[in-house]
Every structure is written in C-alpha cells, then in structure tokens.
Nanobody, 121 residues
Framework: QVQLVESGGGSVQPGGSLRLSCVASGFTFRSAAMKWYRQAPGKERELVASIFSSGDSTNADSVKGRFTISRDNAKNTVYLQMNTLKPEDAAVYYC???????????????WGQGTQVTVSS
C-alpha cells in the first residue's frame, strides 16, 4: 500500500532549475523523515537532502546553497528545488521515506522508483 510517486525530472541546461516532487501514501506522512538520494552512472548512491518531521532539513555539501528540500504535510508531498544546476548533478533522483515504528529509533524504509535528471547544453 505504501507508495512514493516521483515526478519533475527532465533535461535542463547548466544553470537552470528544476523542482522534483514526491507524493506519498500508505503511511503517516507527517511523522516520517523524507530524504532525496541520487545516483549517477558509475557512482554510489548519495544522500542529497533530508527533511524531518520537525521541518528541519540538511543538505549534502555538494548541493548547499543550490538545493532546497521542503515538505507539505497537507499534500503528503516532499519537494526538491534544484537551482544553478551543474552537469555533475545529473543522476537518477530517488525519494525515500523513513517511517517510525512503535520501537523508538526504529524505522521502516520505503523508496520511490527514481526520476531522471539530465543537465546538458
């Protein structure tokens, strides 16, 4: 029943912007930590940004100042606003939910299908 449906990927020029969306269902979204990962060809999957149930967020050093993660609990949606895109940002971007269980600091983990971001001229 849990689903993470991603959208917003596409092809942009260097310096351009793109907003990714991930619509969640099947769990209590407001209690979950939401994260964006990315994986480029030949590279390991990299954590890009996290946003917690409190609304606090963190970014990877590689995207600080350019990317912003946000959430809208009323819409069960997490976003990744990507500005000043660089060719090295090209990757498949994945939405991930960390859903708390009844055991403290124990989580269920769910992944979206991924959405392709291409940055080229």
């Amino acid at each position: 029943q849990v689903q993470l449906v991603e959208s917003g990927g596409g092809s942009v020029q260097p310096g351009g912007s793109l907003r990714l969306s991930c619509v969640a269902s099947g769990f209590t979204f407001r209690s979950a930590a939401m994260k964006w990962y990315r994986q480029a060809p030949g590279k390991e999957r990299e954590l890009v940004a996290s946003i917690f149930s409190s609304g606090d967020s963190t970014n990877a050093d590689s995207v600080k100042g350019r990317f912003t993660i946000s959430r809208d609990n009323a819409k069960n949606t997490v976003y990744l606003q990507m500005n000043t895109l660089k060719p090295e940002d090209a990757a498949v971007y994945y939405c991930c939910a960390f859903v708390p269980t009844s055991l403290r600091d124990t989580y269920r983990n769910y992944w979206g299908q991924g959405t392709q971001v291409t940055v080229s001229s």
